[in-house]
């Protein structure tokens, strides 16, 4: 290729590819592929559901960032080519209610440094600066499309990229690179193969019904978005379908059989459920923990959920989630605490304690 210089820039495509990935999985990712830019291929898709109002409250999806989001070249100009990596967080610890990517440490900087490493070796591989910028979850990139374009997996009928080998439990991480003409990369190919065949169980599992078909999914209605981006009340016909789950819902995921056939033991330490959270899966535990939350001070969430994935709610959105848990799975032994949240600082607190109350009462009534 005459690109003369270190060992990385004597090499064939080929092998520069291969290495590239080994180096990925040796920096802890378990998932690497390699893809060109330009429109998404969900991208209709994607302006019919901000059209439905589906995102909700998540403007950041409709405003400028959508324009962004329809056309991978536009994130970062000059950008030819994303490496694209997944790293798993499902684990075999029991379902509960905190959903398992945010059970761990906040997952973003861990996943940026790594990207960034990669972005390093490639750098000193090639023997010159790259010009490269990583994403992990929060640039404008529709990621489960680059990733399906990588040849990582398929889009699952519950919107999940799911890879046939490893599930949907991963985070999506990529790296944006500007390759000169003098510079090659082997892309993959997409994935093309719709694996979920006739299964509609994620569709069957929500409790909310919040799938208004196959690959379409009303936000607006998702526990996920009710318990972790809605900043506001949750509707009340909603409330009792929550059920026990007090920040985000995995079950279109547990559900899937590519998940309950490829669950693994967590090989990321960062990503093991904290002390707080381990028994929090019974219903005893689930009740425990919410009464642990509406008695926080800021200070005690603060110590509580320091570097965790969890603090994207603030605590009286915790709290608010917390009185919807207690109003579902509780018993008469948590009306004291709910009782103490009629006098919270915050409205929706207290308005979420007064619903949890009522139906507290009502059911030790009937
Ligand atoms: S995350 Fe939960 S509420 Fe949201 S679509 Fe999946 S099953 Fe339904
Ligand atoms: S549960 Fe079935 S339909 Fe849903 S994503 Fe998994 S395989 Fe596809």
């Known amino acids: ?86 790293t798993q967080y499902g ?40 010009d490269a910028r990583p994403y992990v979850d929060s640039g404008p990139i529709l990621e489960r499309d680059l990733a399906q374009r990588a040849g990582l997996g398929w889009f699952g009928k519950n919107t999940m990229l799911i890879n046939p080998k490893a599930g949907s439990f991963f985070f999506l991480s990529s790296l944006f690179v500007v390759l000169g003409p003098d510079i090659a990369l082997d892309v993959d190919d997409p994935f093309a193969a719709d694996r979920c065949g006739s299964c509609t169980r994620c569709l069957d599992a929500c409790p909310t019904q919040a799938f208004t078909g196959p690959r379409v999914l009303d936000a607006t209605q998702c526990i996920s978005y009710l318990t972790i981006e809605l900043r506001g009340a949750i509707p009340e016909p909603l409330r009792e379908k929550i059920g026990g789950l007090l920040y985000g819902c995995d079950i279109c995921q547990e559900v899937c059989p590519w ?46 959920f320091k570097g965790s994935a969890i603090k994207r709610a603030k605590l009286w959105m915790l709290k608010r989630n917390a009185c919807v848990v207690l109003g579902n799975v509780g018993t008469a032994e948590d009306l004291a605490v709910l009782e103490a949240m009629l006098a919270d600082e915050d409205v929706i607190v207290r308005e979420h304690a007064a619903w949890a109350t009522v139906r507290l009462e009502t059911d030790r009534a009937s």
């Open 1 to 86: 290729m005459g690109e003369g210089g270190a060992a990385g820039r004597h090499t064939t495509t080929a092998e520069r590819t291969r290495r590239l990935k080994a180096q990925a999985f040796g920096l802890g990712f378990d998932l690497a592929g390699i893809t060109t830019l330009g429109p998404p291929a969900t991208r209709a898709a994607f302006d019919a559901w901000l059209e439905a109002g589906y995102h909700g409250g998540m403007a950041y999806l409709a405003d400028e960032g959508a324009e962004l989001r329809r056309d991978t070249h536009r994130p970062h100009v000059g950008a030819t080519h994303a490496i694209v990596l997944a």
């Open 259 to 304: 998940n309950v056939s490829f669950t693994t033991s967590l090989r990321e330490e960062a990503f093991r459920p904290r002390d707080m959270l381990l028994d929090a899966g019974s219903r005893e535990g689930t009740r425990a923990l919410a009464r642990e939350i509406l008695m926080m001070e800021p200070a005690d969430y603060a110590a509580a």
């Open 91 to 130: 684990g075999r610890e029991p379902s509960g209610p905190v959903a398992r990517y945010a059970r761990g440490d906040d997952y973003h900087e861990l996943l940026r440094e790594r990207t960034r490493g990669l972005h390093h070796w490639l750098a000193a591989e090639l023997g010159r600066p790259i």
